[in-house]
């Protein structure tokens, strides 16, 4: 079983639908989280990040995480077809193995 | 800032010969990473260098790949001799330690074709 599951897709919704995207996660020792957006034949660039449980808005963007679930999510307002792409969940502990662990990826499509 | 720099973007090779891949992360970053993507494996971690130190090494699939980092600003990924199964997207990442929950910041990726 992989650390991080996230389910591919892909996903397609309509422009001003909201987008729920998820992953959940083994690895109790995981206190930072990220999202990461990669446009097709492009590197992954950071969106969201999230410290231990909560909430974080960022505009049209909400990162939440429950690490009693061990449960993230990104929910997307009113998407647009600019908002296309393939979003990659990331963790990391808060010490030791520095880098991320990387989910593999949910691709979205929304249609204008 | 310039932002992780990557060369060559596409390779195609031969089955066999020695493939370098070069990096250049961001001034002033500390850590430098190598992942591998694939649509059936996702975003594998390669290796991971700290102060030009290499800390994690145990996603290096076998003895054909090696990577270097002879100072701060350079890194290479080498793989001798290649192999169709290497084909895949190679990318160098780097991050400032110091920094929050380790943010790395992503190049834009070697594509590599191995036939």
Same mark, same amino acid.
Request: aromatic share 10%.
């Given at each position: 079983q992989k650390e991080v599951e996230q389910d591919p897709g892909p996903l397609s919704v309509p422009e001003? =639908?909201?987008?729920s995207l998820n992953c959940t996660y083994s690895n109790s020792a995981f206190q930072y989280f990220m999202w990461y957006r990669q446009y097709s034949r492009k590197g992954p660039e950071l969106l969201m990040y999230t410290y231990s449980s909560g909430n974080?808005? #960022?505009g049209?963007?909400?990162a939440q995480v429950d690490k009693s679930s061990k449960y993230i999510s990104l929910f997307i307002r009113d998407s647009q077809p600019s #908002?296309? =792409?393939?979003?990659l969940c990331a963790m990391t502990g808060n010490t030791g193995r520095r880098a991320l662990t990387f989910g593999s990826g949910t691709r979205l499509q929304v249609q204008p | 800032d310039a932002g992780v720099i990557q060369s060559p973007r596409h390779e195609v090779?031969?089955?066999?010969?020695e493939v370098t891949l070069r990096c250049k992360p961001i001034s002033g970053h500390n850590s430098l990473f190598w992942y591998r993507q694939t649509m059936m494996r996702g975003l594998e971690l390669l290796i991971y260098f700290n102060n030009n130190v290499p800390i994690d090494d145990s996603g290096m699939p076998e003895d054909r790949f090696s990577a270097k980092m002879p100072n701060a600003s350079f890194s290479t990924l080498k793989i001798q001799p290649s192999e169709p199964r290497d084909s895949a997207v190679y990318f160098c990442a780097s991050s400032f330690t110091q920094g929050p929950g380790n943010t790395i910041y992503f190049g834009e990726g070697s594509w590599l074709t191995v036939v």
């Open positions: 001003g =639908a909201i987008v974080k808005e #960022d049209r963007f909400t #908002d296309s =792409a393939t979003y | 090779t031969e089955m066999g010969q």
